[in-house]
Structures are given as structure tokens and as C-alpha cells.
């Protein structure tokens, strides 16, 4: 089964949620309490007028966020909108996935070790890398199966990530490795022990998200022969 854009979209919805969420007619509005864009921005859906949108933006700024909208595939006349109303274009997202089947590995057994909660070294090296208590705020509220993987490299803990499961996708977030341990392969053992720990929870499809704009993720997806099945990207208003 080829993975949808529809079904990445409510697989990272509900393996990375909002604190809460408010409805202002098409618009959907998430408070994320800190926990960076995703978690914090507005979706709209067809049918929207101008007076949404204004509202949208006032209900936004009551709870304290900087007005964000999410834009998808075939937004073009919200986009115009926004744009027409000074909002900026921020991060272009790809969502690559690729069947779990093709990213398991046999690793040694002590390479990734799935631990729930997190241990205290792998909150340490998260925050080495700007991932502070909101985002572990926004992992812990994730409902599905899930698990913080953690990677070692010489008898030394050197990677973390967040993994969580919906359905028959399981999505990859927060993969950070140490400084001092980075190009040595350690992000690609990553992803193949993320796969094979979504293997045994039954997930068919791995999937992450990366900015357009990392080149280094990119090339380490794309060679693990992940795919971009969807896209994304925000407009916020600065000032």
C-alpha cells in the first residue's frame, strides 16, 4: 500500500498533538504552549472568507501565539491572502516516508534501545540540540504506541528520537545526535532501529518530516530510499 498525504497529515496530527485545539468556523486553531510550529499554528479548511481569517488571527493573539497558518497542496487563493495581508513564508516541510520493510537492519543489540519515558541522558542530549521541556511536553502527550529510541555509539549514548505510531504509520520526530558523533553514519542506524522497533508495533510505513532547506537530512532520507509524499510550509506575521 503506497501511503496518502492525507493519512501523513493525520499521522503527524496525532503522533505530534497540540496542548488543545479551537474551532473558529474553517479554522482550526492549535495551542501549542511553546512546542514550536507544528503544534502551534492555524489550519484552514475550504469555505473560508476573509472575516475567518481575521478572526482566526485575534483568537491567535488572545492565547498569547504569533499568528501562523499551515498551508497545503492547492492553497494558492490562501496563500494569496495571506501574503496580501503581510505574512511571511517560513519552512517548507517535505513529509518523505518509506515502507518499514525496506528500512529495517540487523544492529547489534545495544545500538538503539527503546526506553519509555525517556531516560535523563536522552532529555540532556535533546536540549543540546534546543528541544526543551515543551516539545517532551508535546511527545508525552502523544496517545498511540510510542517510545524515545536511544543510540549508542562506542559504550556511549550519542542519539535520541521520538517514535510514535498511528495506524499503520509510524512517524519519526526529534532525531538530534551529540555534535562530537555526527558524521558517522549514527542518524542512519537511527532511522533502521526506529524501523525496526515500528515493525514490531505492526506499522507498515515509516515517515518523517525535514525542512526543505536541510540538505544533510535530505540526502540521508533520500538515501535510505525515502520518498516525498507530501508538502507543507507556513506564512507568520513578523512586527
Not at 9 to 26: K, L, M, N
Not at 84 to 105: C, E, F, M
Not at 211 to 226: C, E, F, H, I
Amino acid at each position: 500500500m503506497i501511503v496518502t498525504e492525507d493519512a501523513l497529515f493525520d499521522a503527524v496530527e496525532a503522533t505530534w498533538p497540540a496542548d488543545a485545539y479551537h474551532r473558529h468556523g474553517p479554522c482550526l486553531l492549535r495551542d501549542g504552549r511553546g512546542g514550536g510550529k507544528r503544534v502551534s499554528s492555524i489550519s484552514v479548511e475550504t469555505g473560508w472568507t476573509t472575516d475567518d481569517i481575521t478572526v482566526a488571527e485575534r483568537a491567535c493573539t488572545d492565547l498569547g501565539q504569533t499568528p501562523l497558518f499551515q498551508l497545503r497542496r492547492g492553497q494558492t487563493e490562501l496563500d494569496a491572502e495571506l501574503a496580501k495581508r503581510g505574512y511571511q513564508v517560513v519552512d517548507p516541510v517535505d513529509l518523505l516516508a518509506a515502507p518499514v520493510s525496506a528500512l529495517t537492519a540487523d544492529l547489534g543489540r545495544l545500538d538503539t534501545l527503546p526506553s519509555w519515558p525517556p531516560l535523563a541522558v536522552q532529555a540532556e542530549i535533546w536540549a543540546g540540540g534546543g528541544i526543551g521541556p515543551a516539545r517532551l511536553a508535546v511527545m508525552d502527550r502523544a496517545a498511540g504506541p510510542k517510545t524515545a529510541l536511544l543510540g549508542r555509539h562506542n559504550d556511549h549514548p550519542v542519539a535520541t528520537a521520538f517514535i510514535a505510531c498511528h495506524g499503520p504509520i509510524a512517524l519519526l520526530h526529534a532525531l538530534e545526535v551529540v555534535p562530537e558523533a555526527r558524521r558517522q553514519g549514527i542518524a542512519r542506524v537511527m532511522m533502521q532501529g526506529a524501523a525496526n522497533w515500528a515493525a514490531r508495533q505492526g506499522a507498515q510505513d515509516l515517515a518523517v518530516l525535514v525542512v526543505k532547506t536541510n540538505q544533510p537530512a535530505q540526502n540521508l532520507y533520500k538515501s535510505l530510499g525515502m520518498a516525498a509524499m507530501g508538502h507543507y510550509f507556513y506564512r507568520i506575521k513578523r512586527g
